[in-house]
C-alpha cells in the first residue's frame, strides 16, 4: 500500500514499562484505572485529512471512471456507479421491391432516379443485434432533389405491417436539397410506432416523387437507405477503490523475547541471525528470561520467525519462585493460560530462531460496514472488499449487499514501538453487463483495532523537602513556594498542600494561596518542626517535615504612650504616669534619667518643675544595660497673673460709732492682689450689691506680687432696714491668664438701718464672714483679727471661691 497521511498512536499502553522491565516492582498502592483503548484513533473516519483515497481504471493507473471514494460524516464509502452501456448501429436496405437495385446497400454514389415511381426498399438485416436491448431507432436516407419544387413534392414513407406512415415531405423548396454528401438525413421514427426487432426487419421505406401538371419540376436521386439503431451493448472490465492510512506506533502492545537474555545450551550460539544451532546435529535449548502480564490484561499469541524447526513448551510461575511447565505450545495460537509470569523454553533442531514475541490481549483488527445497492452484473468471486495491514491480507467478503464485518488478529504484524502501520480497505468492481446501468455502495463503519490498554497506578505524589531554615526572634517571616518541586500524575495546581507547626508558640506555618507562609511569633524562640502533607486527587499522600529555629534576641526597653507636649506653669509641678516594660529584663534591673534637673522620677512617675518660662525638652532614657530606648516630651513653661480680692472697706464710715443708713453714698475701697509672676493689665473690677451692679472699673496695671485698689460709690437705696449681700468680681471676661481662675470673686453681707437712725459717715471694714455691720464694742477684737489675717495672707495667700 502506498504511504497515506501519518500520525502517531496515542501514548496509551502506559503499562508498557512492566514489559520492557518486568521484574521491576512497581511503586504504589493500587490501580485507579485500566481499560482497553482502540489502537486505531482514525477508524473512526473523524478526520478526512487522516487517509488517503485513490481509485484505479482497470490495469492502468488513470483514475477510475465509474467510482469514486470519499470520507463524510463519519463513514468510508467506495461508490460505483456504472451507466448503461450503449452503442448505435446502422443496417441498410438488402431488397427493393421496385428494382431500384442502385438504392441498396450503405451509400456509395450510385442511386436511383425517379419523377414520378416509387423507389421502395427493404430487407434490413436485424439480426446479429437484435439480442440486446432496443433503445430507439432513426431512418437514415442519402438522396438529393436537384431543383426547386413549385408545384411537385417529394415523399419519404415508411411502411410497417401494411401501415404508412408520413415521415417527411418537401414541397415548394428554393433550390438543390441535398442529403448524398456525406450528410445523409436522419429522421427519428420514436414517436411512429412501437418498435421491436421483427418490426423493423419487416420495414419497407417508400421515396415517392409526386408530379403535378403537365412538367415536373424535377426528380429525386436515391443513393441508400438504411436504419440506425441504438441499443445496449454487453461489456465487461473493473475499477477499484482504496482508503489508506499509516501511523507510528509508539507503546505496541507486544512483548518481545529478548534472544540475548535468558539460558541457552552450549549447542547454541548468539548471531546475526540469532539463535544458531549451526551444522550441530544436536538441538540446542534456550530458555527466556520471564516476562510479567500487565495488571487487569490477558496474554494474546505468541509468534515467532525461523530459518529452521523450533519447537516451543511455555512455563507458568506466580511469584518468580515456582515454575509449573505447561506443555508444548503451536505458534500463532491463543497462550491458554493467565498466569503472573511467563517463560518460554525453544527447542532449535536446526537453523537459527531470528526472533519471538507475545502479543497482549491478542489485537484484532475488525472492519464493519453495509453494503447496498445493485450488485447483479458484478462477477462475485472477482469483486470483492479487502483490509490490508503493513502488506499483508487480513481479509476480504464479496461485494454483496447487506452488512458485512471482516476480523482478524494482527499480533504477528504489530511491528515494535517507532514502527509504522499501514492499513488499508479496498473495493473491487468487476462487471460482466449486457449494458444496463447499475450502482452498489460499500460503506466502511469504523475500523476498530483492539489490544491497546490503559493502566493508571495510584502513586504517592513526591516533593522535595526544605532544607533546615534559620530565623531571628521578632523578625519577618517568609512566603515559600513549594508544590512547584512537587511531581504527580495530578496537576501541580490540583494538589492539596497542608503544613503544621509542631510549636505554635513559637513559629506559625499556614498556607496562604498555595505558598506556605512561615512566621515567628513575637517575643519567642526556640525549635519547630514543620510537616508538610501534599494530597492529590485520588487521596495519596506525600509528607515529610524539616527543622526551623528561631535565634533569640534581647530586645530594647519598651514605652507605653506617653505625651509629646505639654504645658506646665513655672513654680508648679506637672506629674506624668511613667509606664514602661522590657521583656527580657525586669523593671527594678532597668536604668532610668532625664536630661533636666527639674525633671524626676518618683514612684512611677515623671515630675516637671520647669523654672524659666519657655518651651524646653525632656528626654526620658530606660536602659537595659545592652540597649536603651529614649522619649522626648516638649515643655511649654508658662507664667500667668494670679489676681484676688485683698480686701474690701467702706470709707468714710465709722464703724465703731456709726452704721449705714437708707439713703448714704457710700465708697467701697476694693484692694486686688497679684500674686502670680506675670503682669496683669487692665484689670476689670465689678461691684454689685443684691446682685445689682453698681460700678465696674479698672485698674490699669498689676505688677506681679503688687497690690492696687479702686473706689466703687455705692448709693444705698434699700428703702428700709435689711441685710445686704455685696458682691466684687475680678476680671468676669477672663480676658487675662491667670494661675487659677477660683479666686476672682469677693462675697459678704452688711446690714443698713433706716434712715432716722444711720449714725454719721465714718470708715467701716468688714470681712468676708462678716454677717452684718459689727457691735462697736467687737471692734478691737475685730481690728486684731484683720491684722493676724493680713499676716498670714502674706505667708501663703488663700483661695476664695468664685461664686456665680
Known amino acids: 500500500m502506498s504511504n497515506g497521511s501519518k500520525g502517531r498512536i496515542p501514548a496509551v499502553t502506559l503499562g508498557i514499562l512492566l514489559l520492557v522491565m518486568p521484574l521491576a516492582a512497581v511503586s504504589g498502592d493500587t490501580v485507579i484505572r485500566a481499560e482497553g483503548v482502540n489502537l486505531l484513533s482514525a477508524g473512526d473516519f473523524s478526520d478526512a485529512s487522516e487517509w488517503t483515497l485513490t481509485t484505479k481504471s482497470a490495469y492502468t493507473d488513470y483514475p477510475a471512471d465509474y467510482t469514486m471514494a470519499m470520507i463524510a460524516d463519519g463513514h468510508l464509502s467506495f461508490t460505483h456507479s456504472r451507466p448503461q452501456n450503449s452503442v448505435d448501429t446502422t443496417v441498410w436496405s438488402a431488397f427493393s421491391s421496385s428494382e431500384s437495385n442502385a438504392s441498396l446497400g450503405s451509400p456509395d454514389g450510385g442511386y436511383t432516379w425517379s419523377k414520378g415511381p416509387n423507389i421502395t426498399v427493404s430487407d434490413f438485416d436485424l439480426s446479429g443485434i437484435s439480442g440486446n436491448t432496443l433503445l430507439n431507432v432513426s431512418l437514415v436516407v442519402s438522396f438529393r432533389i436537384p431543383d426547386s419544387l413549385q408545384q411537385d ?7 410497417n405491417g401494411g401501415q404508412h406512415i408520413l415521415v417527411r415531405e418537401y414541397s415548394h423548396t428554393f433550390g438543390l436539397v441535398d442529403h448524398m454528401s456525406g450528410n445523409s438525413l436522419q429522421l427519428s421514427l420514436d414517436d411512429n410506432a412501437a418498435w421491436d426487432w421483427s418490426a423493423l426487419s419487416a420495414l419497407q421505406v417508400t421515396v415517392d416523387y409526386v408530379s403535378v401538371g403537365e412538367f415536373d419540376d424535377t426528380e429525386v436521386d436515391v443513393d441508400a437507405i438504411g436504419l440506425k439503431v441504438r441499443h445496449t451493448e454487453s461489456w465487461f472490465s473493473f475499477e477499484t477503490a482504496k482508503a489508506e492510512h499509516s501511523v507510528i506506533v509508539e507503546d505496541s502492545p507486544i512483548i518481545n523475547l529478548d534472544l540475548n537474555q535468558g539460558s541457552h545450551s552450549s549447542e547454541i550460539t548468539i548471531a546475526p541471525c540469532g539463535l544458531d544451532v549451526g551444522s550441530s546435529s544436536t538441538p540446542g535449548t534456550w530458555t527466556s528470561s520471564p516476562i510479567s502480564l500487565p495488571y487487569n490484561q490477558s496474554w494474546g499469541r505468541f509468534h515467532q520467525t525461523i530459518d529452521g524447526n523450533v519447537t516451543w513448551k511455555v512455563e507458568t510461575s506466580e511469584d518468580l519462585d515456582t515454575w509449573i511447565n505447561v506443555g508444548a505450545h503451536v505458534e500463532e495460537s491463543l497462550l491458554p493460560i493467565n498466569s503472573a509470569y511467563l517463560r518460554f523454553v525453544a527447542t532449535v533442531w536446526d537453523g537459527c530462531l531470528n526472533s519471538a514475541w507475545v502479543d497482549i490481549n491478542d489485537p484484532t483488527v475488525t472492519v464493519t460496514g453495509l453494503i447496498s445497492g445493485s450488485v447483479d452484473d458484478l462477477i462475485e468471486n ?7 495491514m503493513n502488506g499483508m491480507l487480513l481479509g476480504e467478503v464479496p461485494v454483496s449487499a447487506g452488512p458485512f464485518s471482516i476480523t482478524a488478529p494482527v499480533g504477528y504484524i504489530l511491528p515494535e514501538d517507532g514502527g509504522d502501520i499501514n492499513i488499508g480497505v479496498s473495493a473491487r468492481f468487476q462487471w460482466s453487463s449486457a449494458g444496463a446501468p447499475e450502482t452498489v455502495v460499500v460503506v466502511v463503519d469504523q475500523i476498530v483495532m483492539t489490544g491497546g490498554f490503559l493502566v493508571e497506578w495510584d502513586y504517592d505524589p513526591f516533593c522535595e523537602i526544605p532544607s533546615a531554615m534559620t530565623f531571628t526572634e ?13 511531581s504527580d500524575e495530578t496537576d501541580n495546581g490540583d494538589l492539596i498542600l497542608s503544613a503544621f507547626s509542631s510549636d505554635n508558640s513559637v513559629l506559625t506555618a499556614e498556607i496562604v494561596d498555595s505558598v506556605i507562609r512561615l512566621q515567628p511569633m513575637p517575643e519567642a524562640y526556640g525549635v519547630a518542626d514543620i510537616t508538610l502533607i501534599v494530597t492529590d486527587v485520588s487521596g495519596n499522600i506525600w509528607t515529610d517535615s524539616f527543622p526551623i529555629s528561631v535565634s533569640p ?3 530594647s526597653p519598651v514605652f507605653d504612650p506617653m505625651p509629646i507636649d505639654v504645658a506646665v506653669e513655672v513654680g508648679q509641678t506637672l506629674s506624668i504616669p511613667l509606664s514602661y516594660s522590657d521583656i527580657d529584663t525586669a523593671d527594678h534591673a532597668l536604668m532610668i534619667s532625664t536630661d533636666r534637673s527639674w525633671a524626676t522620677i518618683a514612684s512611677g512617675q515623671l515630675l516637671l518643675t520647669p523654672v524659666v518660662v519657655g518651651e524646653q525638652t525632656v528626654t526620658v532614657t530606660i536602659s537595659d544595660g545592652q ?3 529614649s522619649h522626648t516630651v516638649r515643655v511649654d513653661a508658662t507664667a500667668d497673673a494670679d489676681l484676688r480680692v485683698e480686701t474690701v472697706s467702706i470709707r468714710d464710715t465709722s464703724l465703731l460709732d456709726n452704721t449705714i443708713q437708707d439713703g448714704d453714698l457710700v465708697e467701697i475701697e476694693v484692694f486686688v492682689r497679684n500674686s502670680g509672676r506675670a503682669t496683669a493689665q487692665p484689670v476689670n473690677v465689678r461691684c454689685s450689691v443684691n446682685e445689682d451692679l453698681i460700678s465696674s472699673v479698672n485698674i490699669a496695671v498689676i505688677e506681679p506680687g503688687g497690690i492696687a485698689s479702686v473706689i466703687c460709690d455705692w448709693l444705698v437705696t434699700t428703702g428700709g432696714e435689711q441685710d445686704v449681700i455685696i458682691t466684687v468680681e475680678i476680671d468676669k471676661q477672663g480676658d487675662i491668664d491667670e494661675t487659677s481662675e477660683d479666686n476672682n ?12 437712725s ?8 468688714q470681712s468676708p464672714d462678716s454677717g452684718g455691720l459689727i457691735p462697736i464694742v467687737m471692734w478691737g477684737v475685730l481690728i486684731a483679727v484683720i491684722i493676724a489675717g493680713i499676716v498670714l495672707l502674706q505667708l501663703a495667700p488663700g483661695r476664695i471661691r468664685k461664686v456665680q
Not at 745 to 756: K, M, N, Q, T, Y
Open 745 to 756: 470673686l469677693w462675697i459678704g453681707e452688711l446690714f443698713v438701718s433706716e434712715a432716722d
Open 758 to 765: 444711720a449714725p454719721a459717715n465714718g470708715e467701716q471694714e
Open 153 to 159: 413534392t417529394v415523399r419519404i414513407i415508411v411502411i
Open 553 to 555: 534576641v534581647d530586645d
Open 627 to 629: 540597649s536603651s530606648i
Open 474 to 486: 521578632d523578625g519577618g517571616g517568609v512566603f515559600l513556594p513549594f508544590l512547584s518541586t512537587c
Open 382 to 388: 472477482l469483486s470483492t472488499v479487502r483490509v490490508a
